[in-house]
């Protein structure tokens, strides 16, 4: 089986990690010194894979720039808001539906930005997305902890100004970033990562990291598995295909992750959640489907 045919499942897999590794690591670290960690690792996890495979640099100091660029909202801004925004007040539940607004954002820009157009069935499937989305996490939007949200003003914005800077950001790679070797794109883009996380953990954080098993654990699959594997996956799903179409993957991240924390925290499976799963597969596969065709070798 080729990679274009595995990589968006194993993509929603590694990526959906991301939110029980945040869950671990909020006990052991503040988000922006964990994540100032990560990044810098990340970089030089991937600056001694390009050393050691001889990787190609960017030609032109544009493209290097244009790299670190995107890497400062394609990661930097997108998580450390998101993290940021969760940390101070924002419920998970409303979180997760501003994370599922990142497609219909992606969707409607990116006629605008890089002259891509979406057919019926796609529109459709996005917008079925955002529903099935918003029928797995009703429990939690009828929850009494999330009927103020008052106090939560500026974290809230935060959290979508993170959803636009992601949006923004995989525009951007899909535009400016279609050619070079993807091993030196993502060094260069964890360096802008870097470029932002690391002031804000100095000038707001006390640099708190506790050394435990968990936080190393953490921070290790953070490393290897997000931001090696799901991120050169990410690269490649965007390179590969439509923008639109990687972005609407994200739609399967609430469900899967509902999946693994009923398997590591035993947290309960409703039944708006497995039918909102269902409607959420549905609008995924209507936004992807013709992939498979685009991609799949002429046949002689």
Known sequence: MSLDRLAPAVFVLLWSTGWVVAKYASLHSE??????????????????????????WPKSRATAL??????????????????WAIANGVPAGISGII????????AMAAPFLIGERLQQAQKLGLALGFIGIAIAISPKLLDP??????????????????????????????????????????????????????????????QHFDGAAQAYGAL????????MGGVGLLLH??????VSRAASLIYLMPPTVALEAFIAFGEPLTLPLILGTVVVVTGVYLTNRRAVSEHRPVEV
């Open 31 to 56: 988000p922006f010194t964990f994540l100032s960690i990560r990044y810098a690792l990340s970089a030089a996890a991937f600056l001694a894979l390009c050393l050691a495979v001889r990787a190609r």
């Open 237 to 242: 799903l965007i390179r590969r295909g439509q």
């Open 99 to 106: 994370a599922a607004l990142q497609p219909l954002l992606t």
């Open 145 to 206: 902890a999330t009927a103020d949200l008052t106090h939560a003003a500026l974290p809230l914005a935060i959290n979508l100004v993170a959803m636009a800077s992601v949006t923004y950001g995989t525009l951007y790679q899909k535009k400016h970033l279609q050619s070079g070797d993807l091993r030196t794109i993502a060094t260069l883009q964890y360096i802008g990562a870097l470029i932002l996380t690391l002031p804000l953990s100095l000038i707001f954080e006390h």
């Open 66 to 83: 244009r790299a670190i660029y995107s890497g400062f909202f394609l990661h930097g801004f997108y998580l450390a808001g998101l993290w």
């Open 220 to 227: 290790i699959w953070s490393v290897f598995g997000l931001s």
